[in-house]
């Protein structure tokens, strides 16, 4: 048994940030070319710390103190925007479901504290002094576009984006919503950040080439490349959607997700979590396995991750594993944690529209634990009417949804 | 917001709830990864295991069990900060290099996983080896009722038969002080509490089937959400949280709560109330038996 859909669910806006493009156009045309949004870190001076580069988002206007509230806002408005292309705002009243990502604490206001100075006197300086909190996010998010429903945070870490767009997915599928905005916002590009990431050991220290330092399924991965940005989606009703007349970039159908219940940084070794994640999002899609015409990978470039996401995909699919491509997007993006989901899913939809599948960059040497086709180093046509895309967080939670071509 | 346990068929067979006195151990199946918990994840485990024992449930839950999960604000202690302030400062300035230098290697790798809400979930799942889906939500006492929806909804379409519905907060830390203390109107540290609690929600019909006893029933509820301001220097809400009766003290339990009332009421009527400043204004209404 799986969930009651009663209602089929389109996506008609999206809205993107990241450091290969700041709108979707963009980030389409830098995806199908390959290229790499990883450099140098700039945002603060790195100094010593083992890994010394991301992929930052090159952003020119107004940001706020926690650079994942600016992305997401501009993300959302783009979303917005893109959804009411023909005028008309999404029918009933809308909701939010937002990939979180972790609030950190500023060093600069420790040490204004630790000096004894005081705490900022206005309300808004105050409530970003030392931590911008996290779910201020939703409130201007929802505040913004006059979203009533009760707002849904997801903070599953690497799955939340995900996570977002599915538990949005299902609301609005078993009719208990009418439109959802969804997706998911982060960035850790701060010294806490990188230096929480350096001492478990998860990121690349491959700082001499940093275009080639992100290499999912490589022989030679050392690790992720941290991203940041945001991805938005607006999910409503097709038929709510074709009444209006927008734009229906592609169709959600299933959603599944589901606990390795095994080791805290390490997947299952069989992926069994894996697998069952993307079992669940094709059985609430009735869709067969068969049907899969392409898969956006979690990919993340670490030892571990990514010869067991190999082995859950080909139990999946079995003999036809070897037969369908998997993109890993973070070849070229980096790891925007919370925000990866939502940003892939929108890499799977323009890949789709445009029947092209974006390459995984620096897939030179193949491990021959990862044995699939992973579409390496250049984009080429594909048509694609099914897409299952992958993220899976630390802490062993697993999600996975299903895209569906808008006319398929 | 649709809390409809009659559509569901559902009943609560299982409710459990911790506090900073309680111990996690008893429910540990691996004791070596003691070590990766914080205080988060200490009550989460425990308070998770008392509810599963009111249920006379038992590990492993497998697949059919889901998780729904509300976290508080991320907690960080004093110590842990302090470190690595200390280790960071050319004289009373922040200095990267130092902090590259020195600080970084002071971090203890363990400090990332005890902090992180998305780990009482994995601890959860570990320990009672519940590989059904889940929902990690956060941070405040309104997103309680929104994983309750979702869990409710997950048992009406038979995605899972048992659903693990709680909220954890750690609070009394520098990181969630600080946050309470900024916001208008402040919240004094001392009425901040640690707390985690549990529900164990089946459908009527299984948990008659193993004779299981009802342990709550929703009579009634409402829940308005109204978009608020966060900037705002006066924001329209007089408190944080206004919990059940049985809650003593006027003590604040985040997200938690609604279980934390719960489990402390034995029998009777209890009401939940909800003001807060994240827009989020609800009651419900529960008979305890």
């Known amino acids: 048994m799986g969930n009651i859909v009663t209602h089929r669910v389109a996506v008609t806006g999206m809205g993107v940030v990241s450091a290969i493009g700041r709108s979707v156009a963009e980030f389409r045309d830098s995806l199908f070319a390959g290229r790499s949004g990883v450099g140098p870190i700039t945002l603060f001076d790195p100094a010593t710390l083992p890994t010394r580069i991301a992929a930052e988002v090159k952003w020119d206007g107004d940001v706020m103190r926690d650079r994942k509230v600016t992305f997401a806002c501009a993300a959302a408005a783009a979303a917005m925007a893109d959804a009411m292309q023909g005028g008309t705002r999404p029918a009933g009243g809308g909701g939010l479901s937002l990939g979180l990502g972790l609030e950190l604490f500023s060093m600069d206001d420790l040490a204004a504290r630790r000096r004894g100075e005081p705490a900022p006197a206005g309300a808004r300086e105050r409530l970003l002094f030392l931590q911008t909190p996290s779910d201020l996010c939703v409130s201007l998010l929802s505040r913004r576009f006059e979203l009533c429903e009760p707002p849904s945070t997801h903070v599953s870490a690497c799955a939340a984006g995900t996570d977002a767009i599915g538990s949005a997915f299902r609301m609005i599928a078993t009719g208990r919503r009418r439109w959802m905005l969804a997706g998911g916002a982060d960035s850790m590009i701060n010294p806490l950040g990188v230096a929480g990431f350096c001492s478990i050991g998860a990121t690349s220290t491959a700082n001499d080439d940093p275009p080639r330092a992100s290499r999912p399924f490589d022989l030679r991965r050392s690790g992720f490349v941290l991203g940041e940005g945001a991805g938005m989606l607006i999910l409503e009703r097709l038929d709510d959607a074709r009444a209006r007349g927008a734009e229906v970039h592609a169709e959600i159908s299933g959603y599944g997700a589901s606990f390795d219940a095994h080791g805290i940084s390490e997947p299952h070794p069989e992926g069994r979590g894996a697998f069952q994640a993307m079992s669940r999002a094709l059985q609430e899609a009735r869709t067969d396995p068969g049907e899969i015409d392409c898969i956006n990978a979690h990919g993340t470039a670490t030892p571990k991750n990514d010869p067991v996401e190999t082995r859950a995909i080909k139990r999946l699919l079995g003999a036809r594993a070897h037969a369908v491509p998997v993109c890993a997007t973070k070849s070229m993006i980096g790891h925007l944690i919370a925000a990866s989901g939502a940003v892939e899913a929108i890499a799977a939809i323009v890949g789709m529209k445009a029947s092209m599948l974006h390459p995984t960059i620096n897939l030179d040497q193949p491990d021959p634990a990862c044995d699939l086709d992973y579409v390496p180093r250049a984009a080429r046509p594909h048509s694609q009417r099914c897409v299952l895309s992958n993220s899976f967080a630390f802490g062993g939670q697993n999600a996975s949804i299903v895209l569906r071509r808008a006319d398929a | ?289």
């Open chain 2, 1 to 289: 917001m649709t809390l409809d346990f009659a559509r569901a068929g559902a009943v609560v067979t299982g409710t459990g709830a911790a506090d900073d006195a309680s111990d996690a151990t008893p429910f540990l199946r691996l004791r070596k990864l003691r070590k990766f918990m914080g205080r988060q994840d200490d009550l989460a485990v425990a308070a998770a295991g008392r509810a599963l024992q009111s249920a006379a449930l038992t590990a492993p839950l497998g697949e059919r069990c889901g998780l729904y999960l509300a976290v508080g604000y991320i907690p960080f202690e004093a110590d842990d900060m302090e470190r690595l302030i200390e280790a960071s400062l050319d004289g009373e300035r922040f200095s990267m290099t130092r902090f590259a230098a020195n600080a970084f290697s002071a971090i203890n790798p363990l400090l990332t996983f005890r902090v992180l809400p998305n780990m009482p979930a994995f601890h959860v799942s570990l320990n009672f080896d519940v590989q059904g889906p889940y929902v990690v939500s956060y941070p405040g006492p309104g997103q309680f009722y929104c994983v309750l929806e979702d869990a409710l909804a997950a048992l009406e379409s038979g995605a899972i038969d048992i659903a693990l519905v709680g909220a954890v907060a750690d609070q009394r830390n520098v990181l969630v002080e600080h946050h309470f203390s900024r916001i208008a109107p402040a919240v004094e540290a001392s009425r901040l509490a640690n707390g985690a609690a549990f529900l164990v929600i089946e459908r009527a019909v299984d948990a008659t089937a193993r004779g299981a006893i009802t342990r709550a029933r929703l009579a009634d509820y409402r829940l308005i959400y109204s978009p608020v301001d966060p900037f705002a220097a006066d924001p329209p809400f007089e408190c944080l949280a206004v919990d059940g009766a049985c809650v003593g003290g006027g003590r604040q339990f985040g997200p938690a709560s609604l279980g934390m009332a719960m489990a402390g009421t034995v029998r009777g009527w209890l009401t939940h109330r909800l003001h807060t400043r994240d827009g989020f204004d609800a009651e419900s209404a529960w008979e305890i038996s």
